[in-house]
Structures are given as structure tokens and as C-alpha cells.
């Protein structure tokens, strides 16, 4: 259901704001005053113009950008009282299927941050796993308010920007994506490994791990797809694992390898973390059955 | 409360039994056998002499070996109606600390291979991890009765010589033991990472680990003593967790690194499994902030 | 002065042959004949005509086709008499400015080898080395007959396609160039090393080495070319140098690591050998100033 | 013809002198010194005692012993008019093997120095391999006289600890020496290749190499010695180069691997330079067919 920058810009300003008022929640007056800026070259000029209103606009309307959002799996959350955009981000995040002494930890986090602050506790969720969620929002309730006044603005800027990228199809759009990708290398043969199976897991906690995705390397030794592309690299660490034990069962023997079992190496499990979630992460494995390596590379 | 061959070889007949009598569990018999072929210049010497005492015994001496051996976490076990070495032993492999439904399951194939087979189910537990004598249990149900003879002559051999080291000191004792040992080298400094703190854990399946040790490198970036030695190295996978975020998070401003946190590299799991409880398994980390490697070292 | 498929699909016959003529040398009649089974629909379709003219041509005919073409820096060549096509090839293969020794030797062999077999000495130049050519020549010198006229025809074969292609533009050229490239990895700081001089060198004898390529790696640590694309790759020694050390003194001081002078690692030789004139030859370096690895990668 | 520590500590005060009075060239006063302070525990102190008699002489025996030295490859040293240490020194650093253009080379510098500074060019050349005696020479001519005398000095208390050490044997050796090593891992294997020729050459010039060693690698994948040990090793650029191609000819059709010829990896050459003539260069080649990395090692 999105449009083009090129429809926007010939649109009449009623369908303009009709199609962007929720890029910030609840304050389509964003839009109306970008509306009167067209033409719009790029979508990074439309996102500037729209940044442009509301940091010239009333401290009463910026203060009201905040507290027009909703809480993180906060009541209005559970009850579907949130714009739609907000529940598919909270949905995104798992923050819709949490158990009921994780809901009762956001609710008492919320409670205090709007306590401490009086304005909700706001965070562009799609930048953080589980657990980097979780941290934040206890590192930003120690903090002062007026830098938690310039880091909710700031944050509602990241929803904006991701919301605005995924309406508007056009030139120049927002820098709002990261991705994981890997390739195998059998160092045995000299080159790619295809047919690895794969997976990426992201540690919700020291211990718990949720799959992320799964995949089978290529006649490249690659994912056909990046493992995450297309938005931003939810702050986390993850775990790659590779069943390289079976790709040397399954080669070995036309090599005449002729390998232990159960074999020294099985499941090579390379673990890492995020930290910029619009950052590329590549994270080959280069193996043999008794060796292997990886780094970060482009 | 171990002798010396030099002694063995200078003793009255009795004390030699004494002293290796419980070598072959319930058989004196074979000790006194090698008695009357003293001296022994070598701990090989005198377990070949042990070894043809059983294998020219009369084919129901030598069933008697086998069925006089314990159940593994049998009855008799818990009972502690067994000899001390296989109370000592089975402890070691944790049989003592079996839930219930453990125990049952031993119970299940202890009788199952007992009906089957008219024998206990013998194993050098030593050489195995929890999930390789499970499996390997399972293992030989499926076997012939011929094949399972023999295997349980195998093992009981393998038995009788960690205990024959054991009790003796003295020239060419028999090849029992295996090694787990790392390294960390720092490629960015170029020379061997001191004060990494690591962990070695066994998968006792294939989601649970239980900790075997842990260590802090030396400044030759080495551990103190291997992390498993004197010992046959249990049949299992292994994983071993470096602390490398930590070693840069140390070393790193001194050298002007500037690092993200978290670090692209936390902690880094290597895992491996091993299949030859005799054999030696070097298995280092090079590494910088961004890459590592490993390798079976020698 | 190329054309297209398209075009020649279209153009009168003599204009077929003229555009092709000098794809087999002296034997304008294979264009003929292909000209006769247009159209094509892609360059593999209009060789494998021609390619099947000569197959089905009179033993005569196909032997005209080898005693048609000129001696390997013969005299032919070196008064430039000879087909422009061979003039080139044998110039890119330095053979034009070889010393009076190396043009005796050359002499030598080609007087040996028609003598032999009745024929001249065809090799496809562009898959050789200057190093490779000399030991093929003297490998084929002591081949038999029957399997040096199956060679030379193939060795035709493989010249006319590189003609083919470099005349012809159209969908399905025919798979007659290799690549060698490369890419620096920089693992003390987690990314591509940009800035860094490297040459590419070939071995012409066991010590002496002449200057292929050189280049300076880009942003992404790549060169902005292939050091060798579009074109087969010289059977050969290679040697790539790159300058790690200056690389490191640039940016080493910035990250504070204070390296010793002469840095350990300074100039890095990979030396490597190519036996598939159109394969891919990735060969990086993932590098810190204490260590390095390469691999042929993807 | 050396002795012992303790043989010098009970030795009349005459053959105390006769054994260390040419340690320090014609200077037998420093040996006369420390002979009085005896007995020393320790060469060190030995050493501690002679380097104090130097310290607390008189200026004009200070410079003594620095205009006492002979030059490097002057004429004294052709006509062998040094003391038999020097004429050794001078020998192993190929001092007496340059050609007549390298002679006048030395000549013109001596002088130069000589002139300048009013002592001659004192060098510990055993820590220098020949392209970094020359660098060094030019640089320091274009020292200061003051910073001059005092390198004079320490290069005059190196050239005698080196030449304590090798008349005295006795605890606390002085560190005087350094060692390259290497060991070749095959992990396609998985442990030490074995058998494996390799050689260590150092750059005399960017263009030529002379060769230091070579040798074979033994069960453990290691040389049986190290290449250079029990002395300095010289600052200079090396290369290792081993014959990874014949390895892999060798064990690879016993594994089944089947290798282009020729191998992508034949000879593989790491260089490194040593700038630490005191330090420990462990240079490992972890390898496969299409792969290797090494690193300084510990």
C-alpha cells in the first residue's frame, strides 16, 4: 500500500498528508507542513523537510510528538489502542507475545520512566533485540531528562524514517537498513561449499537463543538472500552455525577423506555481535575438517 | 596408595596379588599368573603377561570375568556392593548423580542387555562422556552376541590397564591418557594473549553442557596445565569459551584500539568433539577484535 | 572493427566471410560453410557450425588447416609475414622481443618438432606463459603423432574462439576468459584496507619475474579492476606483493599500535599458480602487521 | 676453549686475566678490575663487575677502548692484524668475502666516520645481517658526535657480552641471543605435515638472497633445531619457503585429493624481518592446497 515520491509530489496536499500524517504518530501536522515544501527530489529531501517542521515547531507540539506515543507493550499496546504502525513494530519485536512477568517488567519500567520523566519511554524498536531492549530501557531510566528529551526525539526520528522508507518508493531513500551475510569456504577443495545448511540464532538472553533464519548455501557458498537485509540489524548478539560436519560427510569420502565420527569438527557455531543495525556484517566461515576461520568482512 | 614395579617384581607372590588383584574385577587368578612370570622390566610388560593369563584361560574363567563385573549404575552400585575402583570409576562419570528416570533408563537397558546377551553391559566409562555411553549403550543392544563377547573383553582390558597405571609407577607405563590443551595468540600485538579467562564444557546432550574446567592464560598465553590430561579424554563434544572481549576491552585503549560495545567478539566458542580418548587435541584461538581461527594443533 | 551477430546474421554471404574469414587462419571456407547454416542465435551456435565445417572437411583440408599456420617466433613472425591476428597474439606473448638465444632455441624446437611431425608448432599463446610455453613445447616434442595432430587441432579451436569472441558482440560468447583478483582485509580495524599499493608479477623462468599489473586497493579493499579480466590467464607463477607495512604505518599511529621498524611484515609475497587459463583466481589477504592468511577464494 | 664460572672464581688473579683480557679488545685492565671483586654467582655479575670497571674509568681509557677497536672490513681486518675474535666476527658476517667494490664501499665509510667522529665505526655485527650493517653505518655517519660515542659504547659492551658468554659457562648466561623457528601444520590432516622441505634465505640487498638454513620437518611438523638459535639473529629480511606443492603431491593421492599440476600453492614464501635480534620468531605455515596463514607465533 505504498506510493511513489513522484505520485506525492502531484498529489493534492489532502492525499499528501492522507498518505504520510502517520509517519509521526498522531501528528499529522508534520506532513500538512511538508506538503506546502514540494516537489521533493529525493526522499531524503521529503524526511529533511518533514525534520524541518517539527524542530521549528512550538516546544508544546514537539512535547506533544512525545507523549503521543504509545508505551512499549504498554496497556494501549494490548488492547490494539496504538497506531497500526506502532503494533506491527511491537509485533516485530515479539513484544506482543511476551509472558505475564515480562508484560508486568515493561509495565513497572513504564510506570517509573513516565514517573521519573512524564513522557513515555520511546525507542525505535526495530533497532534492538530482545535483550538490548530490555538493557536500554534500564541505562535510559538512570539518565537525565533533558538527554532523555533529545533521545526520545531522536528515536521518534528512526521510527519516522523507517516508516517514510516503507510508504515512499523513489530516489534517495533513508539509510534505515543493515544486513547478516555469510558464505562457506572449503579450503579443502578450493572452493565455495554449497549446500551448507545454516542457521542464524539471536541470544534473547545469556542462555535463551530464537532462530532468526535458516538457509542452504549455494553453488557460491552463499544464502541466495542475506540472513537480515532490507531493515535495520536488531542490536543483539546472534549465533551463525554451520553443519560443516555433514558437508564433509557428504564430499569427504568422493575426496577420499577419510574423517573420524564423530568428526572433530560437527556444528561450527561462530557467535557475534551487533552494534550499528544500518551496518553491513558479513561473517564468512573459510574450514577444512580441522580448521576454520572467520572475520568480519565486506 | 600406589607401588613401584621394582618392588612388585622383589614381593612375596601374596603381596603382588594383594596389590594387583582388583585389577581384573573378582580374578585374582590373573594376577597370580603373572606373578610366576616376574620379573617385569616394563608396566607393558607385566599388563602382557596379565593380558595372556586371560586369553589362555579356560573359556569359563573367562566369562566369569565378565559376568563378574557391576552393572553400570546398577543395583549394586547404588548398593555399593561393588569393588571400590568401579565405585570410584562410575562416580567419576557422574552414575552417582543420576535423576530417577536416569537410573530407570539404565535400569531398562541393563536388563535388556543382561537378557540378551547373559552378560553385563561392560564399558570403559572413562572414555566416554554422558552422551557417548548412552549411545553407545543403544549402540550394542543392536549387536550380535559374538561381536558384544569380544567387545566386552576389549573393554574390560581397557579397565584392567587405566587401573594397572594407576597402582603402579615404573618404566613404559601403558598409553592410557589423552590431552585437551589452548593457546591464545593476540594478532594485533603479535605475541601470546595473557589473563584470558576460558572455560572448557562437555555437551552431555545436545542442548545441556556441564563445566570440565576452567583457566586464566599465562603470559605465554597457554593454561597453567592442560585442561584435561593424566586421563583419557571422555568420547564427547566439547565447547571452549574464550573471554576475548574482555582481553581487548583491557588491552585495547592502551593501544588506542577504539572498539564498539559490545564488541563485534564477546565470547568465542569453539566447539569440537572428540573421538580418540587417547589422543592429543591442541585446540588455540588466534585472534584479533574482528577475526579469529583455530585448528587441531599439534 | 568488431560487428554483431545480428548483423551478421543478416549481411550477404561475402560480407559474412570477410568479417570471418580470419578466424581460422588461411581458411576463409569455414566461414563459408557457416555462412550457409544462419541464422544464429548465439556466438556458441555460430562456432559450433564452423567448428563442425571443420570436423566434417577432407583430411587434407583439416590438415591444411595446421600446416596453414605460422611458426611460434619464426621467421614468418619476425618479417611479419603472417595474419594480423598472430602478429598480436604473438606480440602479447612477448615473443617479438626475445633475445637472439631465446629466438635460436625457439628456432631449435620448431625445426625439431616439424621435422617430427610434419607439421608446425600450434599452441593457443594467450592461455601460456612465457614459462609454460617453453615446457609445453618441449613436453609435446616428445608426444607421439597421432595425439600431437589431436592437440594441434584443439589448440586451433582454442584460437579461433578467442578471435570469434573479440569479433563478434551477441547473446552466448563463448567461455574464454579467466580472472585473477584480489581484495585486503584489514583485521585490527574490522575492515577493508583501502590505500594499499600491490603489483602482480609472473614468474617467466625460476627467477626472473616480470611486472603483469599494479594497482591500489580501493575504499572496499578492492582493486577497481581484476588484475588480469577479459582474457585468458597465462598459464603461469604469479606473485602478488602487497605493501602491508606502509599500509600499517599509515594508519597504525591513528589506533595508537606502535610497530617496530622494520615492521615484522612489510612487503607480503603470494605466490600462486594458475593451470586454468579461464578460471577465477580470488586470491585476498586478511592481514594484521603479525600475521596473514590467503586462500583461493569466490 | 672455554671454562667455567667457577673454575674462574678460584683461578689465580694472572689466568682470571689470560682467560677474559681479550673480552674487552685490548683491554685487559677491565678483566684485571673485575678479577679483584670475585667470586661472582652469576656470568651476569661477572659481566656487572666489567661493565663498572669500564664505567668508573678514565675518559681517556674509555676512549681507548673505543679507538683500540678495528674497523669493519678495513684494512687491518685483510691483513688479519685484529685480534682473532674481530677476524671471526668479521668472517661470519661475510665481511671478508665482499667484492673489491664493497671493500671500497667499507673503505670510504670507515674513513668518513673516522674523520668525522675521530673514532672508528663500531658495530656489534653479529646482530646485523649485511643490508642493515650498511643502513646502519650511513645513518649513524650522520649522527652526532656525542650520540656517537655513547652508541660506541654500547655496541662495545654487546660485542663483549656476546663474547663472555661464549668463553664462561655458569649460571645466568647473559641474553645475547635469539632464535627464528618454524613448524608447518597440513589441515587438511588435521596434524603436522611431516616431511616437508623448506629453506630460510635473507635479503642482503631488495633484490638478492643468501642462504641462512634449511631443513626438513620432522613427525611434529617442526625442524629439528631452529633455524637460527644460540646466537643474535641478524636484523635483516627474511623469507622462509616450503615446498607445500611436493607435501600435497606426496599425501594428497593417499587421501584421494586430486591436484591441478601445476598446484595453486607450490612454494610458499613468508617474509618477515627481525628487528629484535634478542627476540623469539616463531613462524608457523598452516596449510591446505588452496589455502595458508601464518602469524608470529610464541
Known amino acids: 500500500m505504498g506510493t511513489t515520491l513522484a505520485a506525492l509530489n502531484a498529489a493534492p496536499a489532502a492525499d499528501f498528508v492522507a498518505s504520510l500524517g502517520a509517519v509521526f504518530e498522531h501528528a499529522p501536522w508534520v506532513a500538512e507542513a511538508a506538503a506546502a515544501r514540494r516537489p521533493f527530489a529525493t526522499v531524503e529531501a521529503l524526511f529533511a523537510a518533514m525534520r524541518e517542521a517539527v524542530d521549528s515547531a512550538s516546544d508544546a507540539r514537539r512535547l506533544a510528538l512525545l507523549t503521543g506515543h504509545p508505551e512499549l507493550a504498554g496497556r494501549a499496546a494490548r488492547s490494539g489502542d496504538i497506531a497500526p504502525d506502532s503494533i506491527a513494530e511491537q509485533t516485530a519485536a515479539g513484544l506482543d507475545r511476551m509472558s505475564e512477568p515480562e508484560y508486568a517488567r515493561f509495565e513497572a519500567l513504564n510506570a517509573a520512566y513516565r514517573e521519573r520523566f512524564g513522557i513515555p519511554f520511546i525507542l525505535c524498536i526495530k533497532r534492538h533485540g ?8 534500564e541505562a535510559r531510566l538512570a539518565s537525565s531528562a533533558e538527554v532523555e528529551r533529545r533521545t526520545a526525539e531522536a528515536e521518534v526520528m528512526r521510527i519516522a524514517a523507517i516508516r517514510l522508507n516503507a510508504l515512499v518508493a523513489g530516489d534517495g531513500p533513508l539509510a534505515t ?8 569456504l572449503d579450503t579443502v577443495q578450493g572452493r565455495p561449499a554449497a549446500g551448507v545448511a545454516l542457521e542464524l540464532v539471536e541470544y534473547v538472553s545469556p542462555t535463551e537463543t530464537v532462530l532468526v533464519a535458516h538457509a542452504v548455501t549455494n553453488a557460491d557458498g552463499r544464502t541466495d538472500l542475506p540472513l537480515i537485509h532490507g531493515r535495520p540489524v536488531p542490536i543483539a548478539t546472534y549465533e551463525l552455525r554451520f553443519r560443516l560436519g555433514d558437508h564433509f560427510r557428504r564430499v569427504g569420502p568422493g575426496m577420499g577423506l577419510d574423517l573420524p565420527e564423530p568428526p572433530f569438527l560437527d556444528v561450527v557455531p561462530l557467535r557475534f555481535s ?3 543495525p544500518e551496518g553491513h556484517y558479513h561473517v564468512p566461515l573459510v574450514a577444512t575438517p580441522w580448521s576454520y576461520q572467520t572475520y568480519r568482512g565486506s
Open 130 to 137: 530482545r535483550a538490548s531492549l530490555l538493557a536500554t530501557f
Open 177 to 184: 537498513t543493515g544486513r547478516i551475510s555469510t558464505h562457506v
Open 274 to 276: 551487533v552494534g550499528d
